[in-house]
Every structure is written in structure tokens, then in C-alpha cells.
């Protein structure tokens, strides 16, 4: 006899932990050396948690020891609150927000109890399938806008005006982009802000990557610009504090009084199922957001060196493009496909993997299939991204039509 699965599990797919991983997996066991890069995971990459967050879980080790309260530690959430006022989004409290382990944590709760059965969730694409999976797991309808490449990965205002329909009820902004790494203008977010305005839609900002902004790109934080507005903004520290493993994220409730308050307790009642987010982690909430220096540093050394030599090795590979990434560690390139033999963006990451050993997530894992992309996480050092490109441009050479 087997147990089915629950028939909800049939859409939810994660390429970056998925078929292509285990394939990975399976050729390290068996004793072959592969390239990982298809995981935004500093901490396997020689990058280390800084020490004002290691003295602040040392010193206070001792309280975590029991559950907290059920949105967080009071001090955690102050300092939230505080970071996101800092921001300028106007009234940003402590009631309002919530620690979660992990922004997946608090995606998956807020899709929950935001999103009713067949309500429509506008999400970009390319996207993080975090979102489109916790959309379709509280059986609401993930509906994809265009983000251009042409136009620096920038949403499409006109393509999501047309898709915003009458079960439309909210539209998520994932800026900085994961996996573009594009950073948004004032006006294509005012743009997002005044659709939502004239159809009467939530919105929702994920915004982890804001700490990792590179080139002196200016970063708004959506809320700030719409404070009339019912938001949902979604941070952690996985990224910029090197902390993937602690699982510490938060999202914070802002704009007009009353309006999001029956999702604020449908989140609640969540949170309480779980009894409590990851305390240990939560002490270093405080520190971390006052330690800017830390990322700082990080961004002018390892991050945007190891960038750079990535993107001129990639300049000399004939038939590759790119969007070079103005936040975060990760770059898009896309396929001329002409050029090249292969059919799909699968078929092309399954053959490098196997052929060079480099493990990259094709694009349809980020929900685009427009043209022939990938995703590459530029964390290893730049001799290792350096011979990864010179692996891809053998790899490119054989595959030519």
C-alpha cells in the first residue's frame, strides 16, 4: 500500500534545492568535485558572522533558554521597528512587527492568512519561488508581471495594470530582486504604490537584500513611499550578518489604522501555533541592525571584487548577455539561443553540471521562460568564479550550433 501526498504539494517546486541539486549530490557522493552555485549561502563560502553578534548571544545566552513572546523578543522588535523608521516608514512599531524564523517563515504565514481560496497574488517574474509556492499552498493563484531585462530587470507598470483583475489582492515588489540582484527607481515603485491605491490591493515588500546594495544604488523601501497605504514589509539577517542557519527574520505591518488588523491577527494565530520564533537568534537582532559596518565592509571587499571579475570574465564569452546586479550576490545572464543547441534552460544546467561540474538554477526555477537564463550566486572567491566562467565558455564552445 502507498499514502498519497496531500494533492496540495503537486505545484510546489524548489530548483534550487531540487532535481538538479540532488544530481549534484549524487555525483559528490560517488567522489566527483562540483561547483555549488546555485545557493546564496556566504557561511559555506569562507564569509563569517561578525563578533558584535557573537559577544550578544554569548552574553545572553541564558534567555533564550525560555519561549518569548509569540511575535518576538520587545527588544528585537524595537529594534525593527526602529530600523524601519530609520527607513522612513511612518508609525513603524513593535506591535506591528513580527519575528519569524526565516523570511520563509513569515512568507508562508502571511500568504496564510492574507490569501483566500482563488484570491490572486501579483508576484514578479522572474520570482523567488518562496512566494509562488506559499501562494499556492494557501490555495490562492500566483499571477506573474514582467520584469525587463531590457530595462535593468524594472517591473513592467503597464503589464501588471494588465493583470490586476477582480480577485487581485495584493502585489509583491521583491526588491532588491532575488534573482536579478536589480534595485528599483522612485518611480517604477510609486508606479506599484499608485496601482495599488486605485485597485484597493495590499502590498508586500521583501526586502532582505536592502543592506547589500552596491554602486551607491539608492534603496527606497516601498512602505516609506506609501504610508497611506496597507503594507506588509518582510527583512532578516540571513544575508547581511552571514547568519543563513540562525533563521532569523521578521515582517513588520504599517500604513492606515485598522485596515490590515484582521491579517495581523490571522498571523498571530500562527505565530502561536509555533509557539515562538527561534529566541537564540533573536538576540542578535539589536546588535546586528546597529552593526552596519560589518556589511559594509563585506559589500567594498569579497562582494563587489568578486563581482566584477565574474562580469569581465563573462564579457568574453560570445552569445552570453547580462544585467550586471546593483544588490546581492546574483547575476541572470541569459543564452543567445540561436547560438547554442540546447532546447530549454534545464536541458542547459543539467549539461554543465554534468559536463563541467558547476551546478547553476535554470530560470524557469525563478518562473521565467521567456528566453534561455540562469542563476549564479557569486560568493566562492574570484579565482573559483574566475574558472567557473572559463568552464562555461568550454562548456559553450561544444555546444554551438
Same mark, same amino acid.
Given at each position: 500500500?502507498?499514502?498519497?501526498?496531500?494533492?496540495?504539494?503537486?505545484?510546489?517546486?524548489?530548483?534550487?534545492?531540487?532535481?538538479?541539486?540532488?544530481?549534484?549530490?549524487?555525483?559528490?557522493?560517488?567522489?566527483?568535485?562540483?561547483?555549488?552555485?546555485?545557493? *546564496?549561502?556566504?557561511?559555506?563560502? +569562507?564569509? /563569517?558572522?561578525?563578533? $558584535?553578534?557573537? #559577544? %550578544?548571544? =554569548?552574553?545572553?545566552?541564558? &534567555?533564550?533558554?525560555?519561549?518569548?513572546?509569540?511575535?518576538?523578543?520587545?527588544?528585537?522588535?524595537?529594534?525593527?521597528?526602529?530600523?524601519?523608521?530609520?527607513?522612513?516608514?511612518?508609525?513603524?512599531?513593535?506591535? *506591528?512587527?513580527?519575528?519569524?524564523? +526565516?523570511? /520563509?517563515?513569515?512568507? $508562508?504565514?502571511? #500568504? %496564510?492568512? =492574507?490569501?483566500?481560496?482563488? &484570491?490572486?497574488?501579483?508576484?514578479?517574474?522572474?520570482?523567488?519561488?518562496?512566494?509562488?509556492?506559499?501562494?499556492?499552498?494557501?490555495?490562492?493563484?500566483?499571477?506573474?508581471?514582467?520584469?525587463?531585462?531590457?530595462? *535593468?530587470?524594472?517591473?513592467?507598470?503597464?503589464?501588471?495594470?494588465?493583470?490586476?483583475?477582480?480577485?487581485?489582492?495584493?502585489?509583491?515588489?521583491?526588491?532588491?530582486?532575488?534573482?536579478?540582484?536589480?534595485?528599483?527607481?522612485?518611480?517604477?515603485?510609486?508606479?506599484?504604490?499608485?496601482?495599488?491605491?486605485?485597485?484597493?490591493?495590499?502590498?508586500?515588500?521583501?526586502?532582505?537584500?536592502?543592506?547589500?546594495?552596491?554602486?551607491?544604488?539608492?534603496?527606497?523601501?516601498?512602505?516609506?513611499?506609501?504610508?497611506?497605504?496597507?503594507?506588509?514589509?518582510?527583512?532578516?539577517?540571513?544575508?547581511?550578518?552571514?547568519?543563513?542557519?540562525?533563521?532569523?527574520?521578521?515582517?513588520?505591518?504599517?500604513?492606515?489604522?485598522?485596515?490590515?488588523?484582521?491579517?495581523?491577527?490571522?498571523?498571530?494565530?500562527?505565530?502561536?501555533?509555533?509557539?515562538?520564533?527561534?529566541?537564540?537568534?533573536?538576540?542578535?537582532?539589536?546588535?546586528?541592525?546597529?552593526?552596519?559596518?560589518?556589511?559594509?565592509?563585506?559589500?567594498?571587499?569579497?562582494?563587489?571584487?568578486?563581482?566584477?571579475?565574474?562580469?569581465?570574465?563573462?564579457?568574453?564569452?560570445?552569445?552570453?548577455?547580462?544585467?550586471?546586479?546593483?544588490?546581492?550576490?546574483?547575476?541572470?545572464?541569459?543564452?543567445?539561443?540561436?547560438?547554442?543547441?540546447?532546447?530549454?534552460?534545464?536541458?542547459?544546467?543539467?549539461?554543465?553540471?554534468?559536463?563541467?561540474?558547476?551546478?547553476?538554477?535554470?530560470?524557469?526555477?525563478?518562473?521565467?521562460?521567456?528566453?534561455?537564463?540562469?542563476?549564479?550566486?557569486?560568493?566562492?572567491?574570484?579565482?573559483?568564479?574566475?574558472?567557473?566562467?572559463?568552464?562555461?565558455?568550454?562548456?559553450?564552445?561544444?555546444?554551438?550550433?
Amino acid at each position: 500500500m502507498t499514502i498519497r501526498a496531500s494533492d496540495r504539494l503537486a505545484p510546489v517546486r524548489s530548483d534550487i534545492r531540487g532535481p538538479l541539486y540532488e544530481e549534484a549530490l549524487r555525483m559528490k557522493a560517488a567522489g566527483t568535485e562540483v561547483l555549488m552555485l546555485n545557493t *546564496g549561502n556566504p557561511g559555506r563560502f +569562507g564569509f /563569517s558572522l561578525p563578533e $558584535s553578534l557573537r #559577544a %550578544a548571544l =554569548l552574553s545572553r545566552l541564558d &534567555e533564550a533558554v525560555p519561549y518569548c513572546d509569540v511575535r518576538g523578543m520587545l527588544d528585537a522588535r524595537e529594534a525593527v521597528a526602529r530600523y524601519h523608521r530609520e527607513q522612513g516608514i511612518e508609525g513603524a512599531s513593535p506591535d *506591528g512587527v513580527f519575528l519569524s524564523n +526565516g523570511v /520563509s517563515e513569515a512568507a $508562508s504565514m502571511l #500568504a %496564510a492568512a =492574507l490569501l483566500g481560496t482563488g &484570491e490572486e497574488l501579483l508576484l514578479p517574474s522572474p520570482c523567488y519561488s518562496l512566494w509562488s509556492n506559499a501562494a499556492r499552498l494557501a490555495d490562492a493563484v500566483p499571477v506573474f508581471y514582467r520584469c525587463d531585462p531590457a530595462n *535593468g530587470w524594472q517591473p513592467d507598470l503597464d503589464d501588471i495594470k494588465r493583470k490586476i483583475g477582480p480577485r487581485t489582492k495584493a502585489i509583491l515588489v521583491i526588491d532588491p530582486n532575488n534573482p536579478t540582484g536589480a534595485v528599483y527607481g522612485r518611480e517604477i515603485l510609486e508606479g506599484i504604490a499608485a496601482l495599488a491605491r486605485e485597485r484597493g490591493l495590499v502590498l508586500i515588500a521583501d526586502e532582505i537584500y536592502d543592506r547589500l546594495v552596491l554602486d551607491g544604488a539608492p534603496f527606497l523601501s516601498l512602505a516609506s513611499l506609501a504610508p497611506d497605504l496597507p503594507c506588509v514589509t518582510l527583512n532578516g539577517l540571513s544575508k547581511s550578518h552571514i547568519v543563513c542557519g540562525f533563521r532569523c527574520g521578521w515582517m513588520l505591518f504599517s500604513g492606515p489604522a485598522g485596515v490590515l488588523d484582521e491579517v495581523r491577527a490571522g498571523v498571530m494565530k500562527l505565530a502561536a501555533m509555533r509557539l515562538c520564533g527561534n529566541v537564540l537568534s533573536q538576540l542578535a537582532v539589536p546588535a546586528a541592525l546597529a552593526d552596519t559596518a560589518f556589511t559594509r565592509e563585506m559589500l567594498e571587499g569579497r562582494i563587489r571584487g568578486q563581482r566584477d571579475v565574474f562580469c569581465r570574465a563573462l564579457d568574453g564569452i560570445d552569445g552570453v548577455s547580462y544585467v550586471k546586479n546593483r544588490a546581492a550576490f546574483y547575476l541572470f545572464p541569459g543564452l543567445e539561443r540561436e547560438r547554442f543547441s540546447f532546447e530549454s534552460a534545464e536541458e542547459f544546467a543539467l549539461a554543465f553540471l554534468r559536463e563541467e561540474r558547476v551546478l547553476v538554477i535554470p530560470g524557469s526555477g525563478f518562473d521565467w521562460t521567456e528566453d534561455l537564463r540562469f542563476r549564479v550566486v557569486m560568493l566562492p572567491e574570484a579565482p573559483v568564479l574566475r574558472d567557473a566562467a572559463d568552464a562555461l565558455g568550454r562548456f559553450l564552445s561544444r555546444h554551438r550550433r
